[in-house]
């Protein structure tokens, strides 16, 4: 194998310097979820060995499972061609979506636009976070 510094994120082509950062599951390939990264976000990551994410609603550093203790160690890190996607393969533990599910993926969609759960909830997403305020 070679070094290829092209496949360094290149968080200037993203929007606000916000690259698409897909979690995958190690072990099986399924998808889990999707967020954002910044640069500090990638930094973190890479030194931690976690997965870092960046919260647009909460304008700040998202350290996925920090409340839920749902975390997402980094087995495998790549870059898509144009460097502008970053794909995490990770070991889950717990949930990764924050409504109980192990995959934010977790409806399928039919031909005529109908929604249907298609995956158990492995999580109360209140007994999580907490009942949310109406």
Known sequence: MS???SAIPNFNRGTNGLLPAIAQDAASNRVLMMA???????????????????SRSRNQ???KGET???Q??????RVD?????????????????HEGFQS?????????????????????PDSVYGKKSS
């Open 61 to 63: 550093l998202w350290r």
């Open 68 to 70: 839920s203790g749902h």
């Open 104 to 124: 934010c993926f977790f409806r399928t969609v039919g031909a005529d636009g109908t929604a249907v759960v298609a995956d158990e909830r492995l999580v109360d």
């Open 36 to 54: 954002w990264m910044n640069h500090e976000a990638w930094q973190e990551t890479l030194q931690s060995g976690y997965a870092v994410y960046f």
């Open 81 to 97: 061609c144009d460097a502008d996607t970053i794909l995490l393969k990770v070991q889950q533990k717990g949930a990764a979506c």
């Open 72 to 77: 997402q160690r980094v087995v495998e890190i």
């Open 3 to 5: 070094t290829d510094d």
